[in-house]
C-alpha cells in the first residue's frame, strides 16, 4: 500500500525545481556529474554545477529488488536525455529511452546513450528493430555476446531491447543497431561500480564461476576475484572441490587488490584475493589443547619430515620424523594417539610426539620420568650407525626415549660388525649415562659391569654368611667366659 503521506512527483518536483537564470542550458546527451540532493519514491533529484537542478525517473535507478542504492550526498553520473527550458525541466537518464525521430537517434549515437526499440521481425543475417515508425537493423553478430543460433533467434521477435546506435545512413534509411554493444557498456559500467567497492576488508556477495584445485573464482558482478586454496577453510585438507561448486552463492572478504600487467588486450588489470575463512569463526581462538596432555588426532599428509595430525577442524600438528621411528608406515586417514609437546600460539605450530601405550585421552604425561641416569633399561636397537647404536627403551616412543650406544659403550671388540652382532630389533639392555632432550646416552657395558658387580656383592655376601647357627650347646661351649 502506497504511503499517503508521501509527496507525489509533481509536488516534489516543484520543491525542488529551481529554475537557472543565466546559465548554459545542458544539451540533449551531454555527459555530466552531479551530487543526489533527494531520493523520493517517483523520482530522484540531482544538482548539476551547483544550482542546476536536474531527476532521475526513480524506476530507472532501481535495482533487481526493487531498491535504489543512492542517499543524499552521492554523486553520479548520466547524460542529458530531455531538455525543457520553458518549465526548466532537466532530466537525465542512463538510457535515451524510446526515441521519437532519426533527430533523438543521432543525439543518442553522439551521447553514446542506448535506446529502447521493439524487434519486429527477423530477416537474412538478423533482426528488425522498430524505434517508433523508425525502422532499424541489428546484425546477427551483434545480439548478445555469445552467438545465437539462427534457430533460437525467433525467440527475440516481440521483446523490447535496448540498443546502442552504431550507424545513422542515407539520412536515416539505414539504421545499424548493436544490442552486444550495449551489453557490453553495461558490464563495463556495472564493473566500474562493483571495482570502486572492492578495497581490502570489504565484504561482498558473488558467485562461484569456476573451481581449481589451487582455488575458486568467484564474479563479484562483472568483476572476478580468486579465493585462494589457504583462504577456503581454516582446515588445510579441506578440498576446494569439496567446499565449493560452480554456482554457488557467497560472501566473502577482500585480503588484497594488486595492480598487474594485462596478459592480452582486454585483460584484467587487477589481482583480487578473497577470503572465505577470513568470515569464519577461527578454531585457534579458543583452542582446548594443553601442552602434556594425551590427544586423539588423524594423519592428513605425510612428508619427508613428519606427518600432520588433525587434532580439531582447522589445528593441526606435526609429529617430526625423528618421533616416528626409522620403517614405521602410518597412512592418511590414521587415527594416532599424540601427546602435545609445544604449542606456539603465535606462528600457530604445534608440536606432537606419539603417546606412550596405554596413554589415556586427556592425562597428563611427564614423558618418560623413569629413564635417569644410572637406570638399568631394556630396548630395541633401532638403528645401527658407523659411531653406534640407536635403542628404544620399552615403553616410550619418539627420539625422548631414543638413546646412543657408542662404540665405546657397546663392549665388543674393536672391529666387530655391528650389523652381525646386532641386527635390527635384537633386545639389550643398557645403563642410562646422560638425559635430556636429544642427549639420552647408554651403555651396555655399563649395564654388564653392573650386572657382574651385583652379582659378585651378592655372592660374597653369601660367603660370608654362616651356613648354620649350630646347637644351643655349642654355642655355650664356644662362648667364654
Given at each position: 500500500?502506497?504511503?499517503?503521506?508521501?509527496?507525489?512527483?509533481?509536488?516534489?518536483?516543484?520543491?525542488?525545481?529551481?529554475?537557472?537564470?543565466?546559465?548554459?542550458?545542458?544539451?540533449?546527451?551531454?555527459?555530466?556529474?552531479?551530487?543526489?540532493?533527494?531520493?523520493?519514491?517517483?523520482?530522484?533529484?540531482?544538482?548539476?554545477?551547483?544550482?542546476?537542478?536536474a531527476?532521475?525517473?526513480?524506476?530507472?535507478?532501481?535495482?533487481?529488488?526493487g531498491?535504489?542504492?543512492?542517499?543524499?550526498?552521492?554523486?553520479?553520473?548520466?547524460?542529458?536525455?530531455?531538455?525543457?527550458?520553458?518549465?526548466?525541466?532537466?532530466?537525465?537518464?542512463?538510457?535515451m529511452?524510446?526515441?521519437?525521430?532519426?533527430?533523438?537517434?543521432?543525439?543518442a549515437?553522439?551521447?553514446?546513450?542506448?535506446?529502447?526499440?521493439k524487434?519486429?521481425?527477423?530477416?537474412?543475417?538478423?533482426?528488425?528493430?522498430?524505434?517508433?515508425?523508425?525502422?532499424?537493423?541489428?546484425?546477427?553478430?551483434q545480439?548478445?555476446?555469445?552467438?545465437?543460433?539462427?534457430?533460437?533467434?525467433?525467440?527475440?521477435?516481440?521483446?523490447?531491447l535496448?540498443?546502442?546506435?552504431?550507424?545513422i545512413?542515407?539520412?536515416?534509411k539505414?539504421?545499424?543497431?548493436?544490442?552486444?554493444?550495449?551489453?557490453?557498456?553495461?558490464?563495463s559500467?556495472?564493473?566500474?561500480?562493483?571495482?570502486?567497492?572492492?578495497?581490502?576488508?570489504?565484504?561482498?556477495?558473488?558467485t562461484?564461476?569456476g573451481?581449481r584445485?589451487?582455488?575458486?573464482?568467484?564474479?563479484?558482478?562483472?568483476?572476478?576475484?580468486?579465493?585462494?586454496?589457504?583462504?577456503?577453510?581454516?582446515?588445510?585438507?579441506?578440498?576446494?572441490?569439496?567446499?565449493?561448486?560452480?554456482?554457488?552463492?557467497?560472501?566473502?572478504?577482500?585480503?588484497?587488490?594488486?595492480?598487474?600487467?594485462?596478459?592480452?588486450?582486454?585483460?584484467?588489470?587487477?589481482?583480487?584475493?578473497?577470503?572465505?575463512?577470513?568470515?569464519?569463526?577461527?578454531?585457534?581462538?579458543?583452542?582446548?589443547?594443553?601442552?602434556g596432555?594425551?590427544?586423539?588426532?588423524?594423519v592428513?599428509r605425510?612428508?619427508?619430515?613428519?606427518?600432520?595430525?588433525?587434532?580439531?577442524p582447522?589445528v593441526?600438528?606435526?609429529?617430526?620424523?625423528?618421533?616416528?621411528?626409522?620403517?614405521?608406515?602410518?597412512?592418511?586417514?590414521?587415527?594416532?594417539?599424540?601427546?602435545?609437546?609445544?604449542?606456539?600460539?603465535?606462528s600457530?605450530?604445534?608440536?606432537?610426539?606419539?603417546?606412550?601405550?596405554?596413554?589415556?585421552?586427556?592425562?597428563?604425561?611427564?614423558?618418560?620420568?623413569?629413564?635417569?641416569?644410572?637406570?638399568?633399561?631394556?630396548?630395541?636397537?633401532?638403528?645401527?650407525?658407523?659411531y653406534?647404536?640407536?635403542?628404544?627403551?620399552?615403553?616410550?616412543?619418539?627420539?625422548?626415549?631414543?638413546?646412543?650406544?657408542?662404540?665405546?659403550e657397546?663392549?665388543?671388540?674393536?672391529?666387530?660388525?655391528?650389523?652381525?652382532?646386532?641386527?635390527?630389533?635384537?633386545?639389550?639392555?643398557?645403563?642410562?649415562?646422560?638425559?635430556?632432550?636429544?642427549?639420552?646416552?647408554?651403555?651396555?657395558?655399563?649395564?654388564r659391569?653392573a650386572?657382574?658387580?651385583?652379582?659378585y656383592e651378592?655372592?660374597?655376601?653369601?660367603?660370608?654368611?654362616?651356613?648354620s647357627?649350630?646347637?644351643?650347646?655349642?654355642?655355650f661351649?664356644?662362648?667364654?667366659?
Amino acid at each position: 500500500m502506497t504511503d499517503e503521506k508521501e509527496d507525489s512527483f509533481a509536488v516534489l518536483f516543484e520543491r525542488e525545481r529551481v529554475t537557472p537564470k543565466r546559465r548554459r542550458t545542458p544539451r540533449v546527451g551531454e555527459r555530466l556529474e552531479g551530487v543526489v540532493v533527494q531520493v523520493g519514491r517517483d523520482a530522484v533529484f540531482v544538482e548539476l554545477d551547483g544550482k542546476l537542478q536536474a531527476f532521475f525517473e526513480a524506476d530507472e535507478l532501481r535495482d533487481p529488488e526493487g531498491t535504489i542504492a543512492l542517499s543524499e550526498g552521492d554523486k553520479i553520473v548520466a547524460h542529458v536525455v530531455e531538455v525543457d527550458p520553458q518549465r526548466g525541466v532537466i532530466r537525465l537518464g542512463r538510457s535515451m529511452g524510446k526515441p521519437s525521430s532519426i533527430a533523438a537517434l543521432e543525439q543518442a549515437k553522439a551521447a553514446g546513450l542506448s535506446v529502447d526499440g521493439k524487434v519486429t521481425g527477423v530477416n537474412k543475417g538478423g533482426l528488425d528493430i522498430d524505434f517508433g515508425g523508425t525502422r532499424a537493423f541489428c546484425p546477427m553478430s551483434q545480439i548478445d555476446q555469445v552467438r545465437v543460433d539462427e534457430a533460437n533467434v525467433k525467440a527475440f521477435i516481440g521483446q523490447t531491447l535496448q540498443f546502442l546506435v552504431t550507424d545513422i545512413r542515407d539520412g536515416g534509411k539505414n539504421v545499424v543497431v548493436s544490442r552486444r554493444a550495449f551489453l557490453q557498456q553495461q558490464a563495463s559500467e556495472m564493473a566500474a561500480h562493483v571495482m570502486s567497492q572492492i578495497v581490502p576488508g570489504a565484504v561482498l556477495t558473488g558467485t562461484v564461476s569456476g573451481v581449481r584445485d589451487f582455488g575458486a573464482f568467484v564474479d563479484l558482478g562483472g568483476v572476478e576475484g580468486l579465493i585462494p586454496r589457504s583462504e577456503i577453510a581454516h582446515d588445510r585438507s579441506v578440498a576446494v572441490s569439496d567446499a565449493l561448486k560452480a554456482g554457488d552463492a557467497v560472501e566473502v572478504q577482500v585480503r588484497e587488490v594488486k595492480d598487474i600487467e594485462p596478459a592480452r588486450p582486454g585483460a584484467p588489470t587487477k589481482k583480487i584475493t578473497l577470503s572465505l575463512k577470513a568470515l569464519t569463526v577461527d578454531p585457534w581462538a579458543e583452542l582446548p589443547i594443553v601442552e602434556g596432555r594425551v590427544a586423539q588426532g588423524t594423519v592428513t599428509r605425510s612428508t619427508e619430515f613428519g606427518v600432520f595430525v588433525r587434532l580439531a577442524p582447522g589445528v593441526e600438528g606435526l609429529v617430526h620424523v625423528s618421533e616416528i621411528g626409522r620403517g614405521a608406515k602410518i597412512a592418511d586417514g590414521e587415527e594416532m594417539r599424540v601427546v602435545v609437546k609445544k604449542i606456539d600460539r603465535a606462528s600457530r605450530k604445534i608440536s606432537l610426539v606419539p603417546a606412550p601405550d596405554g596413554a589415556e585421552i586427556g592425562a597428563t604425561v611427564v614423558m618418560n620420568a623413569s629413564i635417569r641416569v644410572g637406570a638399568i633399561v631394556s630396548g630395541v636397537v633401532e638403528r645401527i650407525e658407523s659411531y653406534g647404536l640407536f635403542v628404544q627403551i620399552d615403553g616410550t616412543k619418539g627420539r625422548a626415549g631414543r638413546g646412543l650406544v657408542p662404540n665405546a659403550e657397546i663392549g665388543v671388540p674393536r672391529g666387530t660388525d655391528l650389523r652381525r652382532a646386532f641386527p635390527e630389533g635384537t633386545k639389550v639392555t643398557a645403563k642410562v649415562l646422560e638425559t635430556g632432550e636429544g642427549r639420552l646416552r647408554l651403555s651396555m657395558k655399563g649395564a654388564r659391569d653392573a650386572e657382574e658387580r651385583a652379582d659378585y656383592e651378592a655372592a660374597r655376601g653369601k660367603a660370608a654368611a654362616p651356613t648354620s647357627l649350630g646347637t644351643f650347646a655349642d654355642l655355650f661351649k664356644n662362648r667364654k667366659l
